[in-house]
């Protein structure tokens, strides 16, 4: 991997990208079809994120890596019990049971959901990869705070980015013990807007709106005012409308 030491010392983004493009697109006499997705699936899952680079560097390689894989067949972050969980909400949130779905009339229907499901499913293995293989040093704090709310929340899933773009607005958005970023580029204006990780580590919700009451300064998974089960639903409902979003925009880039 001369090619990839040169390029990544000199820092150059771009000529990264067309590196990892030609691993998973190289079909000539020089490597194995087989061995071409192999060394891209392991660039895929093992890639972290290196000090050298940038957040924006990282987190565009992982994408541009992942498209790559499925460009040539593969299928980047799927996991059949994701899958599963996925499909299960899609189905319910259509009406289709058992019977309905061997109506041959609700195969079109069947189908999107499936289409929905691969891609959200996709979406959020991914989101989990960036956050996982992000630099620990910078971030690991922020994963510390996302497990800490998951088992204090008794396993549901607050906190959790559903997409890509959100885990990177919290990478982002997050600051260190000392108050600075935990990432070098600068932040634009409005950017992470919304994200309840700052300073010390702990969560400000002063200027965030509850999506259980409506009003401002506290997180649904606060709330007072909302029982657990109509928490359950709104945040189940918050979550298929962003694995929708994902879908679609995962299915018109690959259309």
Same mark, same amino acid.
């Not at 771009?14 to 194995?32: F, P, S, Y």
């Not at 680079?53 to 390689?61: A, R």
């Not at 649904?220 to 929708?244: F, Q, Y």
């Given at each position: ?8 010392? /000199? ?6 990208? %067309? ?31 290196? %000090?050298?680079?940038?957040? *924006? ?19 980047? !972050? &799927? ?34 959901? *499936? ?6 499913? %996709? ?16 971030? !690991? ?16 899933? &607050? ?32 950017? !992470? ?15 965030? /709106? ?5 009003? *401002? ?9 909302? !029982? ?12 298929? /409308? ?14």
């Amino acid at each position: 991997m001369a090619a990839y030491d040169q390029i990544h010392k /000199d820092r150059d983004a771009i000529e990264l990208l %067309k590196l990892v493009r030609g691993i998973a697109q190289k079909h000539d006499d020089t490597m194995h079809p087989t061995m071409a997705a192999v060394k891209t699936d392991i660039f895929f899952y093992t890639g972290v994120q290196t %000090k050298k680079q940038t957040l *924006k560097e990282f987190y565009e390689l992982f994408k541009a890596t992942g498209k790559s894989i499925d460009a040539t067949g593969g299928s980047a !972050g &799927y996991h059949p019990k994701l899958y599963a969980k996925h499909l299960a909400v899609f189905y319910a949130a259509s009406g289709l049971d058992d019977d309905k779905m061997k109506d041959p009339t609700m195969e079109k229907l069947v189908n999107g959901c *499936k289409a929905k499901a691969l891609a959200s499913s %996709k979406e959020e293995y991914q989101v989990f990869m960036l956050l996982a293989l992000a630099d620990g040093d910078h971030y !690991g704090d922020i994963l510390n705070n996302l497990h800490n709310r998951y088992i204090t929340s008794g396993g549901k899933d &607050y906190g959790y980015p559903a997409t890509l773009s959100s885990a990177l607005n919290i990478l982002q958005s997050y600051r260190t013990k000392s108050g600075g970023s935990a990432h070098r580029e600068p932040r634009k204006d409005g950017e !992470g807007a919304g994200v309840a990780f700052v300073q010390q580590g702990k969560a400000d919700h002063s200027d965030m /709106d509850c999506f259980g009451c409506g009003e *401002k300064g506290h997180v649904l998974a606060d709330c007072g005012k909302v !029982g657990d089960a109509e928490k359950k639903k709104k945040i189940m409902k918050a979550k298929r /409308d962003e694995w929708s979003s994902a879908s679609s925009d995962c299915c018109q880039h690959q259309c």
